[in-house]
Every structure is written in structure tokens, then in C-alpha cells.
């Protein structure tokens, strides 16, 4: 079966989120509306309860990928990024969309309904969901975030000395020189 995109938001983020559903469904693309809805009491729309439930479908493999949204996008990122093999990333341009998919191969895309003018987030949704992972390199840093959560999850806090982790080559526009 098809995996869905999740999308969640608070009240914050509602009026954000109705556009991204717009543009998912003006693409055919299958996705889950896990709330809130168009609820003004903000007390019962807490930002962790609709982030847990989109954060949780992609930990658990459930989801294809995840869409959060509440008034800054920060909240909603902070506790999405508590479940184990998530990795959302806040973000508020096109560039940090593409390069958060490329290097940090992120699962769920956090954006701000009061910050995020809506062409600019449809615009970064867009990227977020057709830029693929660039592999290589990048793999290194995404298994030292994993080896991190793992021992962190027994309760220790996890630390190492820096040193090369070689997993592929860099991309020869990544190479630059640092005394420019
Ligand atoms: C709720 O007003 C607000 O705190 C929330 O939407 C979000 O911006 C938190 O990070």
C-alpha cells in the first residue's frame, strides 16, 4: 500500500496548512490530515499533541514523510524531533528545503503559519517533497545522529571526540576553499 504524507498543525498553523492540503491535492498526492481543525481554543490544540501524532507515523514507518506546521514552526519541530529516526527540520527558505532533503535527508518539514508568507512555503513544501537524498558523505553524519539517539535512549548522554567518519565523497560544488 501507498504511503501517505502525514500533516499536522495547531491553530497557528491552520490557515497554512489548508494551503498546503490545497497544493498535495491539486498533485494527487495521498496524505493523512492529522488536525488540528479550525479550533480558535488554543488550549485544546497544544502544538506536541498533533506533532506526536505525525512524528510518531514516521517513526513508526507509517508515513511517507511528514508536513508540521504551527505559528513559528520551532515547537513544532522540537517535539517531533524527541521521537527516535525523526529528523525535521525548521526551515523558512527554498535553499534550506532543498539542502535539508540533499545532506540532512530530513523527514519532516516544520514551517511557521505566522512567518512563512504562502507562496514562499508552497515553494518550499515543493522542493521539500521532489529533492532526493544525496547519499554518500552525508551518510556519516546521519549515522552518528542515529548512534547518538540510540545510546541517548538508555538515559546517557552521548559524546565523542571528533574525528573522520568516511562514507563517500563529497560533491565537487561542496568542496571550497575556507581561506576565501
Ligand atoms: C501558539 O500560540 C504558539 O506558541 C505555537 O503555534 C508555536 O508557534 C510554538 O512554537
Known amino acids: 500500500m501507498e504511503k ?3 500533516i499536522g498543525c495547531d491553530t497557528a498553523g491552520y490557515g497554512l ?7 498535495l491535492e491539486s498533485k494527487d498526492i495521498p496524505y493523512v490530515d492529522c ?3 479550525n479550533d480558535p481554543d488554543i488550549e485544546s490544540t497544544r502544538y506536541p499533541f498533533f506533532a506526536a501524532r505525525v512524528a510518531g507515523a514516521v517513526s513508526k514507518g507509517e508515513a511517507e514523510c511528514g508536513i508540521l506546521i504551527c505559528g513559528t514552526g520551532l515547537g513544532m519541530s522540537m517535539m517531533a524531533n524527541k521521537f527516535p529516526g525523526v529528523r ?5 527558505s527554498t535553499y534550506q528545503a532543498k539542502m535539508t532533503r540533499l545532506h540532512n535527508d530530513a523527514n519532516i518539514l516544520c514551517m ?6 504562502e507562496w514562499e512555503a508552497i515553494d518550499m513544501l515543493e522542493t521539500f517533497l521532489n529533492t532526493p537524498y544525496d547519499g554518500g558523505f552525508h551518510d556519516g553524519s546521519l549515522n552518528l545522529i542515529k548512534e547518538a539517539e540510540e545510546y541517548m535512549g538508555n538515559g546517557k548522554i ?3 571526540e571528533p574525528c573522520k567518519i568516511s562514507t563517500g565523497a563529497l560533491k ?3 568542496i571550497f576553499d575556507r581561506k576565501k
Open 172 to 174: 565537487d560544488s561542496e
Open 35 to 37: 488536525g488540528c481543525d
Open 17 to 23: 496548512k489548508m494551503q498546503c492540503i490545497e497544493y
Open 88 to 92: 525535521a527540520a525548521m526551515i523558512s
Open 4 to 6: 501517505k504524507i502525514y
Open 158 to 160: 552521548w559524546e565523542k
Open 112 to 117: 511557521g503559519g505566522r512567518t512563512a508568507g
